[in-house]
């Protein structure tokens, strides 16, 4: 059984500036496939090579193999969907198999564009994978497909069917990622130089921000077993030469008990590597005291959700933070030599240019290392996106990507919302440039910012940070074209109507009830009482000066 999985080439010019990411499900879907037997497994990285359509499918011919699997986020799901396509014609005997976030919830509009797709794969992914390829292995899955837990597909009746959710995986210890399917060569983090992983310790969010749809997808917090991860860690880096890894956690600092020894346990082992993660402002006051303990285990970048420069977006985002908070986890971290970055989320409806410029004054307030300005993306299976209602009549999902204005304000275009983010980002890093990274006294954290400015600059001359390439200048003004694909944007009639008149449109929210591992509320979790002995090398905090 010969297996190749391929990232689709979509490119936005968002988080991959700092360079290629590696990406995590080939590790652990290929991962559990070897466990399970299957061991002739290829991976194509058609993103980090850049490849066309033409030359993926000629590598399709050439390896001839019986399964294609595929994943996909919102904006990359249209190269997803052409993967598919490609593969049958081909070969209309290859298995198509596509998972990730998108086709989850929107598996009808999966089906009904790209019917090449022999199966989605909904929500966590390892198991289902074994399951549904042993099935194909014994010659018998278009008959059992029915009992396959966890998958979309066109029936015999020609309609789109999903079987019921496949429980979570309730032992994360239990996962065996396969992190030599890479090509470790093109996976180099450009602020350090070394390469980059992007490993797993933990799964789900028990926060519930109406914006996004971690919590979702994962349907219940768990994490792994310290022990076990840094396990892995030790792999990646006496193995494959890793010197930093970013964790795909939505927050991995929520169980401050694990989090801790996970630390303690990269501090006993020596390895000589450094990491960043995303986490909630909330959690680095609470572990303000053990900022310099994080950073003695290598922890040296973390990106502060504080999303919004205004209470009431906070409070609608869900947030439960404030902006008092926001800037007092930023200099936290800069008194211990931890890198913050700070978040923004621009263009909402209400955006003005007036909010505009009270985001770039309370983020120049701030001073964090790093800021970056998102532009709200509405992920059509999220509450705000029902929130927003027949506001979101762009269905474009590949400019669903943080770096275009999907939703029009009432009082600005689209288009001055994208300027007014890049002349933020623009006052931002010339202020850093001159003023800031160069004077940092820490030598560690100075180089990383420079080392971040040189990849800001690489993406900027190349004109693929934020996709700056589709903004001109002509007669001394600035023109954008946004590029919408207009047969995607929909009447206010099939916005109005969408169960109606565009039923494939229309995420499938039942997907993870209660009997199936879905918990929303993060208060149902019970946490272990944090035993203070854990740590071994606490020490006194250091001020950084800039």
Known sequence: MKILMVQPNYHSGGAEIAGNWTPSWVAYIGG???????DQIRFVDAMADDLPDEQIEEIIRANKPDVVMVTNITPSIFKAQDIMKIAKKVDPKIRTIMGGIHSTFMYPQVLSEAPETDYVIRGEGEEIAVNLVKAIAA???RETRGEITGIAYIDDDGKVFATAAHPVIEDLDTLSPDWSLYDWDKYIYTPLNCRLAVPNFARGCPFTCTFCSQWQFWRRYRARTPKNFVDEIEVLVKKYNVGFFILADEEPTINKQKFVSLCQ????????????INTRVTDIMRDADLLPFFRKAGLVHVSLGTEAASQMNLNRFRKETTIEENKLAIKLLQKNGIVAEAQFVMGLEHETPETIEETFQLCKDW?????????????PFSDLFKELGDRVEVRDYSKYNFVSPIIKPDNMEREDVLKGVLKSYARFYARKTFFGYPWIKD????????GCLKAFAQTTITKRFYDIDRVKTKNRKLEIDLGFDKSRILTQDEVKNLKELRPEMVADMSFGLKEAGYQREHDEHEWDDFDESTIKDRQDSTIRNC
């Not at 559990?32 to 299957?38: C, D, E, I, N, Q």
């Not at 001073?367 to 992920?379: C, E, H, K, V």
């Not at 030598?443 to 420079?450: E, G, H």
Request: charged share 30%; hydrophobic share 40%.
């Open 443 to 450: 030598p560690y954290v100075r180089k990383y910012m420079l």
């Open 32 to 38: 559990a496939l070897k466990k399970a037997g299957f």
């Open 139 to 141: 010659g018998n899955d």
């Open 367 to 379: 001073d964090p290392d790093m800021a970056n300005w998102t532009i709200y993306t509405p992920w």
């Open 265 to 276: 346990e990269l501090i006993d082992r020596k390895l000589d590597v450094t990491w960043g």
